[in-house]
């Protein structure tokens, strides 16, 4: 177990501990991942993911953050955290992130920085000058830049030696608006763990009881948006959408945490001005997401404003089951004839038709989709591949000479 587990590093503990830490001479690379906390969500699970394969692949790796639940699953990746509050975005916490981060480096012989977000960039930015190590940085969506100061803010994740970008859409938008060069830029999409969604290791009781626990009404078709519960989710066009379908056996559900109480209270008002409260759930606490996946009939991701990626549209495609996603940002890498609907952003009624559609295949029709989304995530959206290509990124920088050919098998699928 990692000594960095529980400790929260200040000006008064900090030097010890690092003492105590200092790797010997001869070592494999080391690299410091930095994101702001390990509580939930696409980044936090990269992270980690990306971390396990560094153990893996005999890296050393260091995950910096406030810290939180996945802590634990990171530490049994074979990684070692490290305490500091990173979630913070006071100019004077960065800077006392920066002296800290700077100082870990040195003793930890860090050869490799990448931050993920963009306030413990800042910080690892001013940690890199200082220690001349090189710095990554991986842009997770195209970020607002309609202010010179925010986009001056956002400017930091355009100046790693390598930027990573998770989509297409994500690089265009990082060469276009922060004019990051070819030489330096990275498309590398983000991947989804096939063992874990495989829709095969779901058992039909596990099912039954997870409708059960749900409160899901006896022969109703499920429909779910997964994701956290904040506007720009589109979980108001979901519920009128829900609310105009045609068919009335239809059971909506709502899965993931609210971010503000004031918003699952507008949530719930619209449930009931639509007079869906018999056949609609708001589960904000789910722990086993396969399972849930394999209870829908179809998913939604119905975002109002394009995301980098869209993790929940790849892993409802690992589980085989019908997607229909608003028709902007990754969705359109991610969703292809055949795979799914797009829809335009904000149109409840176009929603509710590609519902309707995606409820309306027939057995044959539902195991085709399936078999065609699962194989497109085999091929490109793979956890293995996404950590197999980062490294690769890493070992551009750390061994420039080396001529290297990689092919990435895609993993195969039994139908």
Same mark, same amino acid.
């Given at each position: 177990?990692?000594?960095?587990?529980?400790?929260?590093?200040?000006?008064?503990?900090?030097?010890?501990?690092?003492?105590?830490?200092?790797?010997?001479?001869?070592?494999?690379?080391?690299?410091?991942?930095?994101?702001?906390?390990?509580?939930?969500?696409?980044?936090?699970?990269?992270?980690?993911?990306?971390?396990?394969?560094?153990?893996?692949?005999?890296?050393?790796?260091?995950?910096?953050?406030?810290?939180?639940?996945?802590?634990?699953?990171?530490?049994?990746?074979?990684?070692?955290?490290?305490?500091?509050?990173?979630?913070?975005?006071?100019?004077?916490?960065?800077?006392?992130?920066?002296?800290?981060?700077?100082?870990?480096?040195?003793?930890?012989?860090?050869?490799?920085?990448?931050?993920?977000?963009?306030?413990?960039?800042?910080?690892?930015?001013?940690?890199?000058?200082?220690?001349?190590?090189?710095?990554?940085?991986?842009?997770?969506?195209?970020?607002?830049?309609?202010?010179?100061?925010?986009?001056?803010?956002?400017?930091?994740?355009?100046?790693?030696?390598?930027?990573?970008?998770?989509?297409?859409?994500?690089?265009?938008?990082?060469?276009?608006?922060?004019?990051?060069?070819?030489?330096?830029?990275?498309?590398?999409?983000?991947?989804?763990?096939?063992?874990?969604?495989?829709?095969?290791?779901?058992?039909?009781?596990?099912?039954?009881?997870?409708?059960?626990?749900?409160?899901?009404?006896?022969?109703?078709?499920?429909?779910?948006?997964?994701?956290?519960?904040?506007?720009?989710?589109?979980?108001?066009?979901?519920?009128?959408?829900?609310?105009?379908?045609?068919? /009335? #056996?239809?059971?909506?559900?709502?899965? @993931?945490?609210?971010?503000? *109480?004031?918003?699952?209270?507008? %949530?719930?008002? $619209? =449930?009931?001005?639509?007079?869906?409260?018999?056949?609609?759930?708001?589960?904000?606490?789910?722990?086993?997401?396969?399972?849930?996946?394999?209870?829908?009939?179809?998913?939604?991701?119905?975002?109002?404003?394009?995301?980098?990626?869209?993790?929940?549209?790849?892993?409802?495609?690992?589980?085989?089951?019908?997607?229909?996603?608003?028709?902007?940002?990754?969705? /359109? #890498?991610?969703?292809?004839?055949?795979? @799914?609907?797009?829809?335009? *952003?904000?149109?409840?009624?176009? %929603?509710?038709? $590609? =519902?309707?559609?995606?409820?309306?295949?027939?057995?044959?029709?539902?195991?085709?989709?399936?078999?065609?989304?699962?194989?497109?995530?085999?091929?490109?959206?793979?956890?293995?591949?996404?950590?197999?290509?980062?490294?690769?990124?890493?070992?551009?920088?750390?061994?420039?000479?080396?001529?290297?050919?990689?092919?990435?098998?895609?993993?195969?699928?039994?139908?």
């Amino acid at each position: 177990m990692s000594r960095y587990r529980s400790k929260v590093f200040s000006d008064d503990n900090i030097a010890p501990i690092l003492k105590e830490a200092t790797p010997a001479t001869t070592r494999p690379p080391a690299v410091l991942q930095i994101v702001p906390s390990l509580v939930s969500g696409g980044v936090e699970r990269g992270t980690i993911d990306l971390a396990g394969a560094l153990v893996a692949a005999g890296w050393t790796a260091y995950v910096a953050s406030a810290g939180g639940p996945l802590e634990k699953e990171l530490v049994r990746n074979g990684a070692q955290h490290i305490t500091l509050p990173l979630a913070s975005k006071n100019p004077l916490v960065i800077r006392r992130n920066g002296k800290a981060l700077a100082e870990i480096i040195r003793r930890c012989r860090i050869d490799i920085v990448h931050a993920r977000s963009r306030a413990p960039a800042w910080s690892a930015w001013f940690a890199t000058r200082a220690t001349r190590r090189r710095f990554v940085t991986t842009f997770h969506n195209a970020y607002d830049a309609d202010l010179p100061l925010k986009q001056r803010y956002n400017s930091v994740m355009a100046r790693g030696n390598r930027v990573i970008a998770i989509s297409q859409f994500v690089g265009e938008h990082v060469a276009e608006v922060y004019g990051v060069d070819p030489d330096r830029l990275r498309t590398i999409p983000r991947g989804v763990d096939l063992a874990r969604f495989d829709p095969r290791r779901v058992w039909g009781q596990q099912v039954a009881e997870l409708a059960v626990r749900w409160r899901v009404p006896d022969g109703f078709a499920v429909v779910m948006l997964p994701g956290r519960l904040t506007r720009w989710k589109g979980g108001l066009e979901f519920i009128e959408a829900i609310a105009r379908l045609a068919r /009335r #056996e239809v059971c909506g559900v709502l899965v @993931g945490e609210a971010q503000h *109480p004031g918003f699952r209270r507008e %949530l719930e008002a $619209a =449930i009931e001005r639509f007079r869906l409260a018999d056949r609609f759930r708001i589960i904000e606490d789910c722990r086993d997401m396969p399972t849930a996946y394999m209870l829908a009939d179809a998913v939604v991701s119905a975002s109002t404003d394009p995301e980098g990626f869209g993790r929940v549209i790849v892993e409802a495609q690992a589980m085989g089951r019908p997607i229909v996603a608003t028709d902007h940002g990754g969705a /359109r #890498e991610t969703i292809l004839p055949g795979t @799914g609907w797009l829809v335009p *952003p904000r149109d409840p009624a176009a %929603l509710a038709i $590609a =519902i309707g559609q995606a409820l309306a295949l027939d057995d044959d029709e539902r195991a085709a989709f399936g078999r065609r989304a699962r194989a497109q995530v085999a091929s490109t959206y793979t956890r293995e591949i996404m950590c197999a290509r980062t490294i690769e990124v890493y070992e551009e920088l750390l061994f420039p000479h080396v001529n290297r050919v990689r092919e990435y098998e895609p993993v195969s699928v039994v139908a």
